[in-house]
């Protein structure tokens, strides 16, 4: 395509800009000036305007007594059709979904919040695919939820394990766990190699009368930036096959980009559509979503989750994706326990014994997940999924949980970063992600509010941007600031010691980019020429719940937050590029346009250990 040719010239033409200047020059503001220019170039050239995408279901099973309406025509007593018309972003979608259930697009998340299961406005798709009856009663029922069929794989996923390896995940509904092993059809997409039929593993989740078969196959051996397709099944003999999908693997050397974000759910204005056009573009490889996934995963009995991952399937089974858990997760049920992955049955030959005490479908799909993904196949395994690490081209990528940042986490962080440090020649790029920012504006603006209201659940009922503080008001109660200095006290020398690059979060639902941190709520310098300290981001709102269409980036160094460089509202995402050794652009992509809003690069000469001195530690 005219985008991808447009892409790959920029690509030449950086490299050879970057190759033939001298090594002094990578510092100099004419070479910075000439790759952002570049950058913002090409980021014009991509822009891309797609936000929640139509989705049918026609297999399906319909709740209403008489089936389901066609979409085109489906006006009751209860629904115009001009209201139904409304729900659908694609008339042709409407079309082509005829009778089947669906989950219409500009409808998604309009009168959600995350408090409460909440079915009674059945067209924000809450629960799942839906319809509008055919032919009702007088008293109804004018639209019902859609039943999943039996034994038909769905929420198709790929997670990052290693480079040379991708997990698939997928759910099926049947009522007893299969026999046999899961299994997939896997081959090069272009035909050339031998296919195989890997075997994987699956597990039985069940709650009140629902029961989720999770299954997982992994695919091992995968060459550099190479097309395979896939199809799977679970190791039911009548299991139907999935369609057949096609991915990109992920590799070792080269531009290596990746999307980050915080906080989303199937709402409209998020940036699925967006990440997927990415995708099959060429413009990122891998996905980062650091924590808060679905508002929320165990809610109408397991199916707001299920639907979430419904909504997300056409992305995360054609790219690869590092999921990081937040407070959602972690409240959602039993603590940060929902989200351990530590003691199962046999997986895969040599790996340890896991279990998984998750309390929602989706929280035993994700951890399960990343558990056999990067908790294994990691630079530093973790065995478990509540923090892991992975390596993408020149990135390498860490997820930290921080609503129990333990002994054995730290340790394991230091050991992660001790290797990661030693591989800078082949990996230069540290990345750290969790769900909490440490440093933002926000926290400094309410350093005496309650932290265990900050870190809860409730300030997000209603939160479509920022985030909602409430007063530390009875006696011994933490503040945020404390909060805040208790992770920087733990975190900030860790970063010093390995030179960290980059710290990325989500949790407040905004953006704020900071100048380079030297500890303390100091920054080090107002630029990125040859950061003395980690640049720290937050990049919170991927699209929650009623997040509306409307984006916006200012200013925000004050007196008060110098360190602060921009802050930004409404939903979006972040493309992160490293060029190579020396230069990483990080783009701000906001969901309703596809416009890149804010761009910068870092550029880095010397990788490692930062100049203690330069910092101040708690």
Same mark, same amino acid.
């Given at each position: 395509? !005219?985008?991808?040719?447009?892409?790959?010239?920029?690509?030449?033409?950086?490299?050879?800009?970057?190759?033939?200047?001298?090594?002094?020059?990578?510092?100099?503001?004419?070479?910075?000036?000439?790759?952002?220019?570049?950058?913002?170039?090409?980021?014009?050239?991509?822009?891309?305007?797609?936000?929640?995408?139509?989705?049918?279901?026609?297999?399906?099973?319909?709740?209403?007594?008489?089936?389901?309406?066609?979409?085109?025509?489906?006006?009751?007593?209860?629904?115009?059709?001009?209201?139904?018309?409304?729900?659908?972003?694609?008339?042709?979608?409407?079309?082509?979904?005829?009778?089947?259930?669906?989950?219409?697009?500009?409808?998604?998340?309009?009168?959600?919040?995350?408090?409460?299961?909440?079915?009674?406005?059945?067209?924000?798709?809450?629960?799942?695919?839906?319809?509008?009856?055919?032919?009702?009663?007088?008293?109804?029922? !004018?639209?019902?939820?859609?039943?999943?069929?039996?034994?038909?794989?769905?929420?198709?996923?790929?997670?990052?394990?290693?480079?040379?390896?991708?997990?698939?995940?997928?759910?099926?509904?049947?009522?007893?766990?299969?026999?046999?092993?899961?299994?997939?059809?896997?081959?090069?997409?272009?035909?050339?190699?031998?296919?195989?039929?890997?075997?994987?593993?699956?597990?039985?989740?069940?709650?009140?009368?629902?029961?989720?078969?999770?299954?997982?196959?992994?695919?091992?051996?995968?060459?550099?930036?190479?097309?395979?397709?896939?199809?799977?099944?679970?190791?039911?003999?009548?299991?139907?096959? =999935?369609?057949?999908?096609?991915?990109?693997?992920?590799?070792?050397?080269?531009?290596? #980009?990746?999307?980050?974000?915080?906080?989303?759910?199937?709402?409209?204005?998020?940036?699925?559509?967006?990440?997927?056009?990415?995708?099959?573009?060429?413009?990122?490889?891998?996905?980062?979503?650091?924590?808060?996934?679905?508002?929320?995963?165990?809610?109408?009995?397991?199916?707001?989750?299920?639907?979430?991952?419904?909504?997300?399937?056409?992305?995360?089974?054609?790219?690869?994706?590092?999921?990081?858990?937040?407070?959602?997760? =972690?409240?959602?049920?039993?603590?940060?326990?929902?989200?351990?992955?530590?003691?199962?049955?046999?997986?895969?030959?040599?790996?340890?014994?896991?279990?998984?005490?998750?309390?929602?479908?989706?929280?035993?799909?994700?951890?399960?997940?990343?558990?056999?993904?990067?908790?294994?196949?990691?630079?530093?395994?973790?065995?478990?999924? #509540?923090?892991?690490?992975?390596?993408?081209?020149?990135?390498?990528?860490?997820?930290?949980?921080?609503?129990?940042?333990?002994?054995?986490?730290?340790?394991?962080?230091?050991?992660?970063?001790?290797?990661?440090?030693?591989? #800078?020649?082949?990996?230069?790029?540290?990345?750290?992600?969790?769900?909490?920012?440490?440093?933002?504006?926000?926290?400094?603006?309410?350093?005496?509010?309650?932290?265990?209201?900050?870190?809860?659940?409730?300030?997000?009922?209603?939160?479509?941007?920022?985030?909602?503080?409430?007063?530390?008001?009875?006696?011994?109660?933490?503040?945020?600031?404390?909060?805040?200095?208790?992770?920087?006290?733990?975190?900030?020398?860790?970063?010093?010691?390995?030179?960290?690059?980059?710290?990325?979060?989500?949790?407040?639902?905004?953006?704020?980019?900071?100048?380079?941190?030297?500890?303390?709520?100091?920054?080090?310098?107002?630029?990125?020429?040859?950061?003395?300290?980690?640049?720290?981001?937050?990049?919170?709102?991927?699209?929650?719940?009623?997040?509306?269409?409307?984006?916006?980036?200012?200013?925000?160094?004050?007196?008060?937050?110098?360190?602060?460089?921009? =802050?930004?509202?409404?939903?979006?995402?972040?493309?992160?590029?490293?060029?190579?050794?020396?230069?990483?652009?990080?783009?701000?992509?906001?969901?309703?346009?596809?416009?890149?809003?804010?761009?910068?690069?870092?550029?880095?000469?010397?990788?490692?250990?930062?100049?203690?001195?330069?910092?101040?530690?708690?």
């Amino acid at each position: 395509t !005219f985008e991808k040719q447009y892409q790959y010239l920029w690509e030449f033409s950086v490299t050879l800009v970057l190759a033939i200047c001298p090594s002094p020059c990578f510092v100099t503001s004419s070479v910075t000036k000439m790759v952002r220019t570049m950058a913002m170039l090409v980021a014009v050239a991509a822009v891309v305007t797609a936000d929640v995408y139509d989705m049918s279901f026609p297999k399906y099973i319909s709740g209403c007594p008489n089936g389901c309406a066609e979409w085109t025509a489906a006006a009751n007593s209860n629904y115009t059709q001009a209201a139904i018309d409304a729900l659908w972003v694609e008339s042709s979608a409407q079309s082509a979904a005829a009778s089947s259930c669906a989950m219409p697009a500009a409808s998604a998340g309009d009168h959600e919040c995350d408090c409460a299961d909440k079915d009674e406005i059945i067209t924000d798709s809450f629960a799942g695919p839906w319809c509008v009856c055919k032919e009702p009663s007088a008293v109804g029922p !004018f639209a019902a939820y859609c039943t999943p069929p039996q034994k038909t794989p769905e929420q198709i996923n790929l997670q990052v394990a290693s480079p040379e390896v991708a997990v698939v995940g997928f759910v099926t509904y049947e009522d007893e766990l299969p026999s046999e092993p899961p299994m997939a059809k896997f081959a090069k997409a272009d035909g050339t190699g031998t296919p195989t039929t890997p075997q994987g593993v699956s597990h039985k989740y069940t709650v009140g009368n629902r029961t989720w078969i999770l299954s997982f196959v992994k695919f091992p051996a995968l060459e550099p930036r190479t097309d395979y397709s896939y199809s799977v099944k679970s190791g039911s003999t009548d299991c139907a096959w =999935s369609d057949t999908f096609t991915f990109r693997s992920g590799y070792t050397t080269g531009i290596t #980009r990746i999307a980050t974000y915080g906080d989303m759910g199937h709402s409209h204005y998020n940036n699925m559509g967006n990440m997927k056009a990415d995708c099959q573009a060429g413009r990122i490889d891998a996905i980062v979503h650091m924590g808060d996934h679905a508002y929320n995963v165990g809610m109408a009995n397991g199916a707001r989750g299920d639907a979430y991952m419904n909504a997300f399937q056409p992305v995360l089974s054609e790219c690869l994706w590092m999921p990081v858990i937040g407070n959602h997760e =972690s409240s959602d049920g039993d603590h940060f326990n929902r989200y351990l992955n530590i003691t199962w049955g046999e997986i895969y030959g040599n790996e340890p014994v896991v279990h998984s005490t998750a309390t929602s479908a989706l929280g035993h799909l994700l951890t399960k997940g990343t558990m056999y993904a990067a908790g294994i196949h990691g630079p530093t395994p973790t065995m478990n999924s #509540r923090y892991v690490s992975s390596d993408m081209g020149l990135i390498h990528m860490v997820g930290l949980d921080l609503n129990n940042l333990d002994p054995d986490q730290v340790a394991w962080l230091e050991q992660d970063l001790a290797n990661a440090e030693a591989n #800078r020649d082949a990996v230069p790029w540290i990345m750290v992600t969790s769900h909490f920012p440490i440093h933002h504006t926000g926290l400094t603006a309410n350093a005496n509010a309650s932290a265990e209201y900050y870190m809860s659940l409730e300030p997000e009922e209603f939160a479509k941007t920022g985030h909602d503080f409430k007063p530390c008001d009875v006696p011994g109660c933490k503040t945020v600031m404390e909060q805040a200095q208790d992770w920087q006290a733990i975190l900030h020398p860790i970063f010093v010691k390995y030179g960290v690059d980059i710290y990325n979060a989500g949790h407040v639902h905004s953006y704020e980019s900071m100048y380079p941190m030297c500890g303390d709520g100091k920054a080090c310098q107002t630029d990125f020429n040859s950061p003395k300290g980690p640049v720290h981001i937050t990049e919170g709102n991927g699209g929650v719940p009623g997040v509306p269409g409307k984006n916006s980036v200012t200013s925000c160094s004050t007196a008060t937050n110098p360190w602060c460089r921009k =802050s930004g509202t409404g939903g979006a995402y972040a493309r992160i590029t490293a060029w190579n050794y020396t230069h990483l652009t990080y783009d701000h992509v906001e969901n309703p346009t596809g416009n890149v809003s804010d761009s910068w690069t870092i550029v880095q000469p010397h990788h490692g250990a930062f100049n203690e001195s330069d910092h101040t530690f708690l």
